[in-house]
């Protein structure tokens, strides 16, 4: 075939007799390949068997039944979920829309520098908070980790993604081949919306089913063996491998096991399945996680970034359970349900910095800097939120950090007020807007009655809006509120003392 034949552009037709230029692959897993068309709006997807396309009449057939099954699942417009539009005539295959401005979650999986061409190895120009020190591979990844928005903005599509999931579950409906070219995410970071593309495999959950369609490297165990097709905790164990890889940079199972393999004679290997590479023991269920709680012989190695700048204490236990007495036994996994709250409430004690990446708050420590660059913004806007009982306040609910900059209006969640709801926890609840010199502090969700305290301390209902001296906002200003649950909300302005 000549280089001309080889770049032709190539059309497919729909059922409705339309045509379709293919512009670009999007991505390709064993399951088949996206293109992008010449309409921004559109993709199209044919599916592929032994890495080729169905081109046998049979099995074409076959697959264009599978499809008009989806239309029996009980989907609804609240999902996010790109179901086929139409079936492409004379082959298999379908057109599906195409959200704008998305891009695969895999973007924010590792990079390496490696892997570009010459031309853009000479054009990258490392930041230069990021160590000389560091191999050109790991400088690379740490860059463009920092560049799409650092462990923040990965917590927050990880939320999403756990939700849209938690409503196909809802229906008892499976999506079953989460993969990192399966879900697209905004890449504006003003925007987490979440889509699932790949419809093709989703079906309702079965207890007897044997088998199952997955991605490598994103497969439970028992799925990998064909001891179990896939089910609701499987779903939960693939997207908690997709997600732990975004955060740690590294696979759960990457541990020191596997650089010292590299050195290692495979004749010194104990574990059960002797002639399996690591890869393969790993998929199986048969390496311990890099942070086992019992088993350290895989701890993890020197590579990706610490847990402790990047899971808070309750999302290394939920990996822990996951990859720990949930790797062997999927019925002692931790429930999806509790992932969304989990991963938005480390999202929210987060403080992004200006070099992209971002760090926890510490609430003891009253110098608050970035353990990447160093900077330290010079005031944080801290709200905590407790829950009130006759007795007075008692545990904290939530935190909620942000940089207190001038001129920067701030939004807080609905989740500050106890209560986390799918549909919607990430909603307005209250917002502080600056006016010249002035900060006002409004209600802007109409269902929640929210009292202040006026010059004696007493609580008065908020209307409108309250007028705030910066000094309040400094000293600490309690707000009560009435519903869903009674809380204390805290808002204070900190000052780092290091400044």
Known sequence: MTQQEKSKPRWVKDQL????????????????????????????????????????????????????????????????????????EEQAGYVMQMMQDMQPIGEWLPQHFSNLNKEKQNEYKPPAWISKKLNPDAAYALAMYAKLGGTKRRLELLSQTAIELLRLHSVGVIFMDISSENIFCSASPTHSEVWMIDADNMRFEAVHAKSGVITPQYGAPEVVKGEDGARVVSDAYSLSLLGFKMLIM????????????????????????????????????????????????????????????????????????????????????PSLHSLPRLLASAADSSIQCRCGMSYYYQYSNPEQSCPYCNHQHQKLLVVNSYFYTSEGVSEMAWTWVSPFIDGQDLRLPRRLSGCFDIDSHNAPMLEINQVEQDWFIYVSAEDIRVDVTDNSGRFRPLISQWLLEREQLEEGVQLYLHAPYSMVIEIKVHKNNAI
Do not use: C
């Open 17 to 88: 007799s339309q045509w379709h230029k293919l512009t670009k692959e999007l991505g390709k897993g064993g399951q088949g390949i996206v293109y992008r068309t010449s309409d921004p709006e559109l993709l199209v997807k044919i599916p592929l068997k032994n890495h080729k396309e169905i081109i046998d009449k049979a099995e074409v057939k076959q697959f264009k039944e599978q499809l008009e099954r989806l239309y029996l699942l009980p989907l609804n417009n609240e999902m996010h979920i790109t179901r086929p539009l139409y079936l492409l």
């Open 250 to 333: 590294s696979g759960a199972f990457d541990g020191q096991r596997f650089v010292d393999a590299q050195d290692d004679d495979w004749a010194a290997d104990d574990s059960e399945n002797k002639d399996a590479s690591l890869e393969v023991q790993a998929e199986q269920g048969e390496l311990p996680f890099i942070f086992d709680a019992e088993d350290d012989s895989n701890r993890k190695a020197d590579n990706g970034l610490p847990s402790h700048l990047v899971l808070t204490p309750s999302l290394l236990g939920f990996f822990q359970k996951m990859f720990g007495e949930g790797r062997t036994a999927p019925w002692r996994r």
